[in-house]
């Protein structure tokens, strides 16, 4: 039987899929008890097998974490979510630049529903990602994109980072498909608010972008291919235009 301390000592462990300090650890959850409080909590936990302590900190397994996520209330959960995302930010911003801390972040803040500040995180590490891996880079604007709300205003932004990414990879279908999504997604948000400013410019840069393939391409091409069937579908000219000249195909 665990006792208050010792319960949430491990449920905010559970939350990092990254070890944690006993140090920020202490600090995550200085209003819940003392630095020596949790020292003796965290002994015990590891005494039952249900932390181990490793060289970089403290850990739980994945199987234990997803079995603890389902035995708490979801708004318990997201602030302990939360709380473990400002404890890697902090760690960032004082001690640590491995971007592996950003990548926790950002999933923290996303379980939190933080998605201000997961997107602020993430942007940085796309940008990361981008000079280094791009195969990392289409993996995680994926998994930001699908947990990011679609009218949030940095969705865009990883849907963008993950269609140019698959672009590199060689992977133009899926590329296609993911801005096709874009600005299907754009317009059902123009539809649904059309007053909203922010929206009508997301639609306008797709005009500008439109407006500069035709001066590549000449017009006579735009005007006979306004729009290119795929998979039995109706995909949108700039769509497809947008690929091919990231992909380097269009003609200059």
């Not at 995550?28 to 097998?49: C, M």
């Not at 407006?211 to 700039?238: C, H, K, T, Y």
Request: aromatic fraction near 6%; glycine fraction near 4%; proline fraction near 2%.
């Amino acid at each position: 039987m665990l006792d208050d301390t010792e319960r949430e000592a491990l449920l905010q462990i559970a939350v990092s899929t990254l070890p944690v300090e006993q140090d920020d650890l202490a600090v995550a959850l200085a209003t819940v008890a003392t630095p020596q409080q949790l020292s003796i909590a965290t002994e015990r936990l590891v005494s039952l097998s249900l932390v181990a302590r490793t060289d970089h900190g403290l850990w739980v397994h994945r199987w234990t974490a997803e079995a603890l996520r389902t035995q708490q209330r979801l708004d318990h959960h997201r602030a302990r979510c939360l709380r473990g995302g400002r404890m890697r930010l902090a760690r960032i911003q004082t001690q640590s630049r491995d971007i592996s801390e950003g990548i926790e972040a950002t999933h923290n803040f996303l379980d939190a529903h933080e998605f201000d500040n997961a997107a602020s995180v993430a942007l940085d590490v796309c940008d990361f990602l981008k000079r280094i891996s791009t195969l990392d880079l289409a993996s995680f604007a994926r998994h930001v994109r699908a947990a990011m709300p679609s009218q949030h205003e940095a969705y865009k932004n990883f849907a963008d980072y993950e269609a140019q990414a698959l672009l590199a990879l060689g992977d133009t279908r899926t590329a296609v498909e993911r801005y096709a999504d874009l600005v299907h997604d754009h317009q059902r948000l123009v539809a649904a608010e059309p007053d909203r400013a922010d929206y009508q410019r997301d639609l306008s840069v797709s005009y500008e972008r439109l407006g500069e393939l035709q001066g590549a391409l000449g017009q006579g091409d735009v005007e006979r291919r306004s729009n290119w069937a795929w998979d039995g579908g109706s995909v949108p000219f700039i769509v497809v235009m947008r690929v091919a000249v990231v992909a380097g195909l269009a003609r200059s």
